[in-house]
């Protein structure tokens, strides 16, 4: 929502987009208490994403999951300097209000939490806060953004340590919107039917070459190469969830993502900092998975 | 003239500068190790998070590098967590947090509060009025006295100078606006010239 005192406004899309720009190149890791918060900004999160379970936990336990205890969310804003993120289900309004009022910095309207709503996701002009939204095409990219999204991220499959979803996400929004610059302007048209998104942000892409907002990687990224392949397919960082934490010493392993992220062409830093890591998080294939446990196809 | 800004590239905004600075016809690197350092006349250093930042300048051996052409004269201009990097007192910083000290400023870090207070407004400077962007933003709470303010709002100063150390609070790169750009890339010139 924008407000405006004077000359100057809060809760612009300028001021929205301007932090995932200010995000870009770093990394953004789920955290479930403030000890975890600590060794993330010790080892150069850009931000954190305050959470009650990993979505490793969340897909062991089963059951709904919902926005994590305000008291978790606050002690983690309490422990340190960087952006705090935070989830609420998909199309949960109040859960949004709720963040908003405690000063999160980024909320996500995320699949991995038991969705609210099976048609609806949350009008985010309404919010203040900037929102990221999921998406594993460029259709359902340009709805989150036509919905007020600050931030697009891959899906993934989130909890599995398996980052064969995101690439697929990834591959599937950039392939498009590529092929988008290629068209010419009646061509725009079926593909606005053809993504089920709005006409006018077809059009700007093939204008500009790129999504209104930034992109970034999300679900399964679990190593430094992960975190590289993500931006080396054009991601612009990347958020890891149970990746580090679900790993046997996390603490070298998130700073390695880190210089991972950002020396993502340079091979020999790649090599060094994935030496000697230790166990990554064990993993799940795909087809271990039955559809109805997916969590990239909730979101409409 | 063959002229090269460098752009800090380790984390944050740094795609934004690199396409301002190709919007007014300069050449722009991306700086992640000591060798892309050596190639450039100027740095820019974009807003993102100070912290990490600092950190990665350790991990990528660029501090000591930058620290010394800094002392040569290099032209640098930071923006919001760059602007942190650059000046001589971090408030509110973490402890292990360590900064260039080229510009005789104390900021507190993210000041203006969090992301519900960011804000845009208009800033009246003497370089030209902007339009301009606050993310999280630091503010200057001290001004040395060989330091030029330039440009403020509510009396606040958001744009300083000190020789060829350029800062400001805010995010000209985010308002598509390359005055500030165009400013940085004389005072680089006018070095070269010399």
Known sequence: MVSTNGSSSTGTQRVKRGLAEMLKGGVIMDVVNSDQAKIAEDAGACAVMALERVPADIRRDGGVARMSDPEMIMAIQASVHIPVMAKVRIGHFVEAQILQSLGVDFIDESEVLTPADETHHIDKFDFTIPFVCGATNLGEALRRISEGAALIRSKGEAGTGNMVEAVRHLRSILGDIRKITQADSAELFEWAKRLQAPLSLVQEIAETGKLQVPLFAAGGIATPADAALAMQLGAETVFVGSGIFKSADPAPRAKAIVEATTHFRDADVLARVSRGLGVAMTGIAMDEINETQRFASRGW | ?194
């Open chain 2, 1 to 194: 003239m063959n002229m090269q800004v460098g752009v800090l590239a380790l984390q944050g905004a740094f795609a934004a500068h690199s396409e301002c600075l190709t919007s007014i016809g300069v050449q722009s690197v991306e700086v992640r190790t000591p060798e892309q350092l050596s190639s450039v006349d100027a740095l820019l250093m974009p807003g993102g998070e100070s912290s990490t930042m600092s950190q990665l300048l350790e991990s990528s051996g660029l501090f000591d590098p930058i620290s010394t052409r800094i002392a040569d004269g290099m032209p640098v201009f930071g923006t919001c967590a760059g602007m942190i990097l650059l000046a001589s007192e971090i408030l509110d910083g973490r402890s292990d947090q360590r900064s260039f000290s080229a510009i005789d400023i104390s900021v507190r870090r993210n000041a203006f509060g969090r992301q519900v207070d960011s804000f845009e407004s208009t800033i009246n400077s003497s370089v030209g009025d902007f339009h301009g962007v606050f993310i999280r933003a630091p503010r200057i709470e001290r001004v040395g006295d060989g330091v030029e303010v330039l440009g403020s709002i509510n009396n606040e100063p958001v744009l300083v100078r000190q020789g060829n150390v350029l800062a400001a609070s805010f995010h000209p790169e985010l308002s598509n606006d390359a005055r500030l750009h165009e400013y940085f890339v004389s005072i680089t010139a006018n070095r070269k010239k010399v």
